[in-house]
């Protein structure tokens, strides 16, 4: 329609275009959360992309009101909940008082919509589970776990899709995403010379898998990564920012070989250049426990499966 961006165009000239919501650190000079958007997440296995993703919505959620709605395949509920509590809180799981857990997983929830992984979802089928929560963004973690054609014309039709949903419903997306074999051969190690000799590169944006119909069709992209054999380094999540595609409400690519990084901190939430953004959040008293069961380890074969945080502090390899 004729006439329809004039107010755009003149908040534009006069400076008045709002940035996308940040959570206080140096983060958000490279990353802000945008509405009606659609991102790309990219990284190797068993780095903690699925980790920092939860902390990165916890942090949003608590700061600025935001609702996820989350359809995470490879993770169960409770061990989302139990590493949000711990990190909301600041203290280890095991030394909170049962009460506490109760109130915190209650109040936490209001900004969670957890869609459960015990079936194979369509896109649509995903799409619909998004629209009905209301919700401020959602996740796809990861997308090739979703019921669909993989291949060339499948991702592209699975995008557009998406693109779609995000430009009518307003909600943004995000959706996690795994390199190619390419990117984990040798060829992609750091060479000779450097201070981490041997170790595993991140992936380039053109490593994910699935090609560039996800470069092509996505607003921002970020990849994750963590050198996990490293003695030290492997504390600290580097999130290495490639894309942006709307600069004017904030965010930018990060500097090539200086990424963000954000230190494990225990678990206790990430620090990102010794500020923790979650310390700033005043804990909420506002939400009595309910009469729930407690919030127990999920168990398989027997076994208790172990939070991502529980792994690192026990050098559990991944």
């Given at each position: 329609?004729i ?16 940035k ?34 939860n ?57 969670f ?20 929560s ?30 779609q ?25 750091y ?6 000799k ?6 380039l ?53 200086e ?60």
């Amino acid at each position: 329609m004729i006439g329809d961006s004039a107010q755009y165009l003149l908040d534009y000239k006069h400076g008045k275009i709002k940035k996308g919501y940040g959570i206080n650190c140096d983060l958000d000079n490279h990353l802000r959360f945008k509405r009606k958007q659609l991102n790309i997440i990219l990284g190797h296995d068993n780095v903690g992309k699925t980790y920092w993703i939860n902390w990165y919505f916890l942090t949003l959620a608590v700061k600025h009101d935001l609702k996820f709605c989350i359809w995470s395949g490879e993770n169960q509920k409770g061990q989302i909940l139990r590493d949000m509590i711990q990190m909301y809180l600041g203290q280890k799981f095991t030394e909170i008082e049962d009460s506490k857990i109760l109130s915190t997983a209650t109040y936490l929830e209001q900004y969670f919509n957890f869609i459960p992984n015990d079936k194979l979802y369509t896109p649509a089928d995903i799409l619909k589970l998004f629209k009905d929560s209301d919700c401020d963004a959602g996740l796809i973690d990861p997308f090739t776990g979703l019921d669909r054609p993989m291949t060339y014309e499948g991702n592209y039709q699975f995008l557009n899709q998406a693109r779609q949903f995000v430009n009518e419903s307003g909600m943004t997306i995000y959706i996690n995403t795994h390199p190619n074999s390419e990117s984990g051969r040798s060829g992609n190690l750091y060479a000779d010379g450097h201070m981490w000799k041997g170790h595993l590169k991140p992936p380039l944006k053109d490593h994910v898998e699935g090609g560039k119909a996800f470069l092509n069709r996505c607003d921002d992209m970020f990849v994750i990564h963590r050198l996990i054999k490293h003695e030290t380094m492997k504390y600290y999540t580097m999130v290495n920012v490639e894309k942006i595609k709307d600069m004017d409400t904030g965010g930018m690519h990060t500097r090539l070989d200086e990424p963000v990084l954000c230190e494990f901190n225990n678990g206790l939430g990430f620090k990102i250049n010794s500020v923790n953004p979650l310390q700033s959040v005043t804990v909420s008293n506002s939400f009595p426990a309910k009469q729930l069961p407690l919030i127990k380890p999920d168990v398989v074969n027997g076994k208790e499966l172990l939070s991502f945080s529980e792994k690192m502090k026990k050098d559990i390899p991944f």
